[in-house]
């Protein structure tokens, strides 16, 4: 499905658009079951296959409207940036992170297969990631020199996005700040890192697969992709305490109840859901510059604030 295509249709049809299309590029951009090591093989697709809402993906697509991103350049970089996201899940559910046995409702890799297969899975999928980034194959129909030099730049944002200055390095400081007390900043730069530098890059390789930002669309875009990115966060702590209050009788869900500091447990729940809306505004007014091509953007921020899953 092509992002301009979508430009007629309500938000809801747009996002189950790119969430089927997205399961297609998936499936075509894994590798398949008849080749070697089949069980590998079979892992990746059984944990990047059929679940997760796809949000970075998402980002990619509407990003892409601004400045009309061809429709290769944008599938790759969807799907590089969801298989950096699963293997992460992948990597994050072992025992030796959070030991969890269930994501997406089903079984964790390491609980259908073993540990190492887990391990590799991650590994595979972070290497198919870049592989599916820097392929030229089908690009063929744009201007190939300019079409390189963009690959290049979305390669190394991507790689910055993963790496121990972006996602890892915030799971370091997560790691790292069990039975802490943080402070509201050193939350917020670990969030940052953590899940913000993926969601920032999801906005930045949809849109720089178009053209060469200038430093004040790249500037307007980073203030929304780090508004949405921490109000993302807020509302996952959100949901995590009244969740668990709802339905366990809890007053403070899995992170808190591992020990682990939260928006809700730094401010509260009331002034956590004023934050919320509070980075909603944030992000609506960064896309001003860009009018109505930003409106899938728009809906965006709206749905991750407003969401209830
Ligand atoms: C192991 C290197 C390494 C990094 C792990 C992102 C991350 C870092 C761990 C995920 C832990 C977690 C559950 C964080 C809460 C926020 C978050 C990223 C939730 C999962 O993302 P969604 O909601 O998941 O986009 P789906 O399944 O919808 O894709």
Redesign the pocket.
Known sequence: MSARLGASLSFLDWMQGVQTAMEQVLDRFLPTLTQVPAKLHEAMRYTALD???R?RPLLVFAAGDLFDTPLPLLERAAAALEMI?VY??V??DMPC?DDDALR?GKPTVHVKYDEATALLVGDALQAQAFAVMSDAVGLSELDAVATMQRQLGMVQLLAQAAGSAG??GG?AIDLASVGMTLSLAELEQMHRL??GALLRASVMLGAMGGKTLTAAESAALDEYAGAVGLAF?VV?DILDATADSATLGKTAGKDAADNKPTYVSILGLGESQALAEKLRGNAHQALAPFGDKARRLRELADLIVQRKA
Do not use: E, F
């Open positions: 679940g997760g809402k949000v996201h992460s899940l990597h994050d992170m997406r996602m890892c799971q953590k899940t966060q996952d």
